[in-house]
C-alpha cells in the first residue's frame, strides 16, 4: 500500500470524486449541515458574555486559525455528503461532539488574535513565548497539571498557542464545571485568566474583527485523491515487521460454527472508539495508531481468528490492552517491538 490509502475501501459512490479538483466541487458551509454547529458556537460565545466576539468561518483543507487571523478554518469533506462518507472509509469523520470540540478550540486561537491577548506581558507569563518554534513532533507530559485536557494527545503541550486555545475551549464547553475538575492544578490559573479576560473584553470589539483565509476551498487546486495520499503519512513500515501472530492466538480463538464471530468484524465495529482512546491517553500520532488496529484487524482476519460472542467485552479490553502497550512502546523507543 502507498500513501494512505489505494481507496478499495471507499465507499463506489465516492469514486467518481477523486479526480477532480476540490476548487470544482462548488462547496459551500452556506446550505451545509455545518451552519448548525457554527449557530451552536455562536450561542455558546454569547452565554458566556462574549456579545461583540464572531469569529467568520470558512471551508479550507483542515481544521486552523491562520496565524494571527480571527477565522476559523473548518475541513471541506464536512459540507458535504459523499465527501464526508469518503472521509469515513479513510480517515474516520469527526462525529457532533468532535466538531464542537475543534470549534471551540479554533475559536479561541481567533479569540487570542482578535484581541491580541498573545502580546501582552500576563499572557506571556501565564502561557509562554508566542513566537516559539511548533513542532509536530512535541514530548508531552503525560497526566501533567499544568495543562487542561480537551483535545487528544495533549495537545496543549505543543504550544504556547495551542494552550490558550485549549484551554480556552474548556473554559467554553457548556456544563462543564471547570473550576471544580481542575481545583488544586496549575492549569486552574490559565483557566480563571480566561474567564477574567472575556468578562474584560465581553462588550468590547476586537482590535481585528475580520481575518484573512489561508487556502480557501475555492483556491484548492489539489484532487480529492491527491489531497487524501499527500495529508497522511506512511504508516506501514513502523508497523511492517512487527510480528502479531502469537499475541494474537492469545487474545482471540479460532471460528467455530457457534459461539463466535470473525475478529475482524469485532475488531472493525470497535475501530474509531480504540483509535481514539488510545490516542488521547498516549498522546500518539492517530494515522500510526490507526493503521496498528488496522494491522491487527487485517491479520485477525487472514488467520481466521473468532472472539466468543459471550466474552466480548473482555475481548475488548484485551485489545485495548495490547495496543496500548504496543503503543506506548513506540512512544519510549520509537518502534512497537524490540527487534
Known amino acids: 500500500m502507498t500513501g494512505v490509502h489505494s481507496f478499495e475501501q471507499t465507499p463506489p459512490e465516492t469514486r467518481g470524486l477523486l479526480k477532480v479538483q476540490i476548487k470544482d466541487l462548488g462547496l459551500r458551509l452556506e446550505g451545509s449541515m455545518l451552519e448548525k454547529y457554527i449557530a451552536q458556537l455562536y450561542r455558546e460565545l454569547a452565554a458566556r458574555g462574549l456579545s461583540r466576539f464572531r469569529p467568520p468561518c470558512y471551508l479550507s483543507d483542515e481544521w486552523a486559525c491562520p496565524d494571527r487571523e480571527p477565522i476559523i478554518g473548518i475541513p471541506f469533506y464536512l459540507a458535504d ?30 479569540f487570542n488574535y482578535a484581541y491580541e491577548l498573545y502580546a501582552t506581558r500576563e499572557w506571556h507569563d501565564l502561557f509562554g513565548p508566542f513566537d516559539r518554534p ?5 514530548k508531552p507530559v503525560p497526566f501533567s497539571r499544568g495543562f487542561v485536557r480537551h483535545i487528544a494527545g495533549w495537545y496543549a503541550q505543543k504550544h504556547p498557542d495551542e494552550d490558550f486555545a485549549e484551554t480556552f475551549a474548556v473554559w467554553l464547553t457548556p456544563r462543564l464545571n471547570w473550576r471544580r475538575r481542575y481545583q488544586g492544578w496549575a492549569a486552574l490559573a490559565k483557566l480563571e485568566y480566561v474567564d477574567r479576560i472575556a468578562k474584560a473584553l465581553g462588550d468590547k470589539d476586537p482590535r481585528r474583527s475580520v481575518g484573512k483565509a489561508e487556502l480557501p476551498v475555492d483556491e484548492m487546486q489539489a484532487t480529492i485523491e ?35 464471530r470473525p475478529a475482524a468484524e469485532f475488531l472493525a465495529e470497535h475501530r474509531k472508539v480504540i483509535v481514539d482512546k488510545i490516542t488521547y491517553w498516549t498522546g500518539v500520532r492517530r494515522t500510526l495508531v490507526k493503521h496498528l488496529v488496522e494491522s491487527i484487524e487485517k491479520r485477525a482476519k487472514e488467520m481466521n481468528l473468532a472472539v466468543d460472542t459471550a466474552r466480548e467485552p473482555a475481548h475488548l479490553v484485551e485489545v485495548v490492552s495490547y495496543a496500548t502497550t504496543l503503543v506506548m512502546n513506540y512512544l519510549t523507543r520509537g518502534r512497537f517491538t524490540e527487534k
Open 134 to 138: 511548533y513542532s509536530d513532533d512535541y
Open 226 to 260: 491527491d489531497f487524501y495520499r499527500d495529508r497522511t503519512p506512511d504508516e506501514a513500515p513502523a508497523v511492517a515487521d512487527l510480528p502479531l501472530d502469537v499475541d494474537l492466538e492469545d487474545l482471540f480463538g479460532p471460528a467455530a460454527p457457534q459461539g463466535t
Open 81 to 110: 455528503p459523499k465527501l464526508a462518507a469518503l472521509e469515513q472509509a479513510v480517515n474516520d469523520i469527526e462525529d457532533e461532539r468532535e466538531i464542537m470540540m475543534y470549534l471551540r478550540h479554533e475559536a479561541g486561537h481567533a
